[in-house]
């Protein structure tokens, strides 16, 4: 399960840049809590992406009455909203978790609905078998130690184990 909040908002100022705002997210996946930074726009291209495939939430306008503490803190509570309406579905769509930095999360997702109907495939290979081993039933006919053949005996069985190579 996913448990996520929107604590606060920031406002950055960079020197070339106009200055913006950034919301906190918290992020917890099983007991693991981490934190990340989003502007809106990345939660608009991530409401995009989404309604391309899920019927998603209402998701908070861009124009704001008016851009002050008030107003964002509204905003803020909004996006938290959208993003609970998201993980309240059963599947959770692989976008949003990319978007939220989660790995290795177990679930079906959205983006590839169309596996859904496919049988499943084994990736088991056939394995060959013998009777006996045919490694020790090897009859040398070369008077030469074969070195290899040594090596390999060794390696497999036991160092005493000595079988004759003629």
């Known amino acids: 399960m996913i448990h996520v909040t929107v604590p606060s908002f920031k406002q950055i100022s960079e020197e070339d840049e106009k200055p913006y705002t950034v919301y906190q997210i918290n992020v917890l996946v099983g007991g693991r809590t981490h ?3 989003k502007r809106y726009r990345e ?5 995009k992406q989404l309604k391309k495939t899920i019927e998603t939430p209402e998701f908070p306008p861009k ?16 996006l938290e909203g959208y993003i609970q309406g998201i993980l309240d579905r059963d599947l959770v769509p692989r976008s949003l978790l990319t978007f939220l930095r989660v790995k ?23 394995t060959m078998v013998f009777e006996t081993d045919p490694f020790l039933s090897l009859v040398m006919e ?11 005996r060794q390696g497999l069985y036991e160092d005493d184990f000595n079988l004759p190579l003629t």
């Open 142 to 152: 070369a008077e030469l130690h074969d070195s290899v053949v040594e090596g390999v």
């Open 63 to 78: 124009k704001v009455r008016q851009l002050s503490n008030k107003g964002l803190e509204q905003r803020r509570t909004l």
């Open 35 to 37: 934190f990340i930074e």
């Open 43 to 47: 939660f608009h291209a991530l409401h």
């Open 104 to 126: 290795n999360f177990k679930t079906a997702s959205y983006d590839s609905l169309d596996d859904i109907d496919q049988e499943p495939i084994s990736t088991h290979q056939p």
